[in-house]
């Protein structure tokens, strides 16, 4: 396999050429609003324009899972589609008592084989309304930069606590262009989420590490949950039909899901924070922790099976970020990016009424990354928890937290803790998802060791942590001691309030309450001098963008539903062309070319049934749709409103798109709906599921007692 840095150098220098030769808008760039999508774009291109019901259709019919990705209903019983690694952990927490369905998969036979996740929460985007008006409202004339990004934040909770009291819904406003506009999303929210079904991991994620953001692939990365209500399946009017034809070459595909986060419209100095501080610092960290779980995961089978879905992210993400910072680390690009911005500074400067409203925002940007930069380790490594890789610590620091944020006024509260987040948080943090301690020891040691390190022996909050021993001590203590992997006892803590957790004795209760005010205070030089700036001057870069055609183009991603588009389409590589899609025929031949070993192996019952299967279906496919993290899971649609693939991947060209798009050599991988048809009924003899697929509801009134 090629060195990845050369892959990657090679890869930005190849986007480099194609955007300098091309125009700089792509006719199929954008992560677009359900509200303001470009319907006059799509028809001009592709001939093929959105009713308002359509896209209606299509909004109701996706959902967010909280474990930061997409998916989508796929038939009137719940029946809900997303991607193998974002169940992964649900398929982690439900493997116990011997039982790894990583390995063997699972499959439920029945509605009473369906097995509930801990701590899923899914949420279906109903309704969204502009509420720039009321939060602007908030900002009084000659109020600070810190107290006006208090009366935001103050304004944005009293919004969100009125929509949950007035519908019940899960509400959340939204920032978008960098505090120019604010939208209000109301979710209908479900909790009772349950595995259907989940191939095995080898299967889902074939090829592992070296072939993940490469293309070809050849994976089958989906899983099946079902949300239910009322201890029932979910009735639900809008769902996903599937797509009997899939897709062929040229074919418009719509992609809807919750991109994570892109920086597309970031300063330079703010890019420059990233490129400098922010990326380095999270590549060294990933490293660090992928070494750690692969030296736990070496010393058993056990260990190997319980570290392997945090290993997984970690390795993702490595990988993913260091793509990323492919484009940042171009010169070339960041000149480009210098001189856009220049531009916009011109323009804005030569318009007087504009000038004497905006002034110059991008000098307080940067004035703001300075502060951030020297704030960094006490931030990353308190506030953001660097330092507590545990999820036993995040329990501690959320009921610290959370106990003393009830007793202030909901406008006054962090923003994690508003009461219109608290159900959420609740079921978090009483998830009856199992708690490894052995793990959870060597992971703590070793990020208190890794904050000891950068911030030095002789600093007083390490002194403070530590106490003068060890990380790897500290952490035996805290985690042998702790009696909050017990669920009764949070809830004894919770329910207690303030005055249980004052007088609680657990040892990582007792640290949070002592290092809490360190961490707030850090937290709120971050609040005040960097996002309250981010805040009010994006706000006022945003003006400047838009002032002469209004807020055309799409805001940065901020994990909320968006809808792409873009034509199934395969591209050149060195001159070699790369088709759209891959069959089964291939895995096979993937896997004989590499000894059909690990991390190329099949599992027994791919090798048992490979007479059974059609070797020419479908099984993956690639599209020019604009995605990033966060689509994982997001369903491809065609014209008709119809599921033809779920996408999973990018490949490695597609890596810097936090950043720019382009077309020419990026694509999104999704794997297609004739290849799970496929894989259910001759592989996995999951028919009636794959029946439930295709007709959109299960079987009969009896299909409690569904068989296989």
């Excluded at 006059?40 to 896209?55: H, I, M, S």
């Excluded at 004497?356 to 506030?383: F, R």
């Amino acid at each position: 396999m090629r060195n990845l840095k050369v892959e990657i150098r090679q890869a930005a220098f190849a986007l480099l050429a194609l955007l300098l030769a091309c125009s700089p808008a792509f006719a199929d760039e954008g992560m677009w609003l359900y509200s303001s999508f470009p319907k006059d774009k799509v028809r001009a291109k592709y001939g093929f324009e959105p009713t308002q019901p359509w896209l209606d259709h299509v909004r109701l019919s996706s959902v967010r899972f909280n474990n930061g990705a997409s998916g989508s209903f796929v038939s009137a019983d719940g029946l809900t589609l997303t991607n193998h690694h974002v169940g992964a952990r649900c398929i982690q927490q439900l493997s116990t008592g011997g039982k790894d369905y990583m390995k063997s998969g699972f499959y439920a036979h029945s509605l009473t084989d369906e097995a509930k996740c801990p701590d899923l929460e899914l949420n279906e985007l109903l309704t969204i309304e502009d509420v720039t008006v009321q939060v602007s409202a908030a900002v009084k004339p000659q109020m600070s930069v810190a107290d006006a990004g208090q009366a935001r934040r103050a304004a944005m909770s009293a919004i969100e606590k009125n929509c949950v009291s007035s519908t019940g819904l899960r509400c959340d406003v939204v920032t978008l262009y960098a505090g120019g506009v604010y939208n209000l999303y109301e979710y209908k929210k479900y909790s009772d989420v349950r595995l259907v079904f989940a191939p095995e991991f080898e299967t889902a994620f074939f090829g592992g590490d070296p072939d993940n953001f490469n293309y070809p692939r050849y994976d089958l990365d989906i899983a099946l949950f079902r949300v239910y209500e009322n201890d029932k399946p979910a009735h639900l009017d809008n769902y996903l039909h599937w797509s009997k034809a899939g897709v062929k070459e040229g074919d418009l595909i719509f992609v809807s899901g919750n991109p994570g986060s892109t920086d597309r419209l970031k300063t330079v100095s703010q890019l420059e924070f990233l490129r400098d501080v922010r990326y380095p610092s999270l590549l060294a960290l990933f490293a660090r922790r992928i070494a750690l779980l692969q030296n736990f995961s070496a010393i058993s089978a056990e260990n190997a099976r319980i570290a392997q879905e945090e290993m997984f992210g970690y390795q993702n993400g490595y990988k993913a970020i260091n793509g990323s910072e492919s484009g940042l680390k171009n010169e070339e690009l960041m000149a480009a990016k210098a001189v856009d911005e220049k531009k916009l500074r011109a323009a804005a400067a030569s318009n007087p009424k504009l000038n004497a409203e905006v002034g110059d925002p991008w000098s307080a940007i940067a004035q703001a990354m300075v502060v951030e930069k020297q704030n960094y380790l006490p931030l990353i490594y308190l506030e953001r928890e660097y330092a507590f890789n545990s999820d036993l610590a995040g329990i501690a620091r959320t009921l610290v937290r959370v106990t003393r944020e009830k007793t202030k006024p909901d406008g006054e509260r962090l923003r994690e803790y508003t009461d219109s987040g608290l159900p959420s948080l609740e079921q978090q943090l009483f998830s009856t998802a199992p708690i490894y301690k052995s793990l959870e020891t060597v992971t703590l040691a070793d990020s208190l060791a890794a904050m000891q390190q950068e911030m030095g022996e002789k600093n007083p909050i390490v002194q403070k942590l530590l106490g003068g021993k060890s990380a790897a001590e500290v952490a035996k203590n805290l985690i042998d001691s702790t009696k909050l992997d017990d669920v009764a006892v949070r809830k004894q803590l919770y329910s207690g309030g303030v005055a249980a957790i004052e007088a609680s004795s657990d040892p990582l209760i007792v640290l949070f309450r002592r290092i809490d005010p360190n961490a707030r205070a850090v937290r709120k030089i971050y609040d005040d001098q960097v996002e309250a700036v981010e805040r009010q001057e994006g706000a006022k870069i945003a003006q400047a963008r838009f002032s002469n055609a209004g807020f055309n183009d799409p805001p940065d991603a901020t994990f909320t539903l968006r809808l792409a588009y873009g034509a199934v389409r395969g591209y050149a590589e060195n001159g070699r062309p790369i088709p759209y899609f891959t069959t089964f025929a291939g895995i096979y031949q993937h896997a004989a070319d590499h000894g059909n070993q690990p991390p190329y192996q099949l599992p027994e019952r791919w090798m048992t049934s490979k007479s059974k299967l059609n070797l020419y279906t479908p099984l993956d496919f690639v599209t020019t749709a604009d995605t990033i993290g966060g689509n994982s899971g997001s369903p491809l649609v065609n014209q008709t409103g119809e599921i033809v693939g779920v996408n999973f991947d990018r490949n490695m060209q597609a890596l810097p798109r936090n950043f720019f798009y382009e077309d020419k050599v990026g694509r999104n991988i999704a794997v297609d709906v004739r290849g799970i048809q496929e894989a259910l009924r001759n592989l996995y003899g999951a028919t009636a599921l794959a029946d439930e697929l295709i007709s959109g509801a299960l079987p009969s009134p009896s299909a409690g007692k569904a068989a296989q």
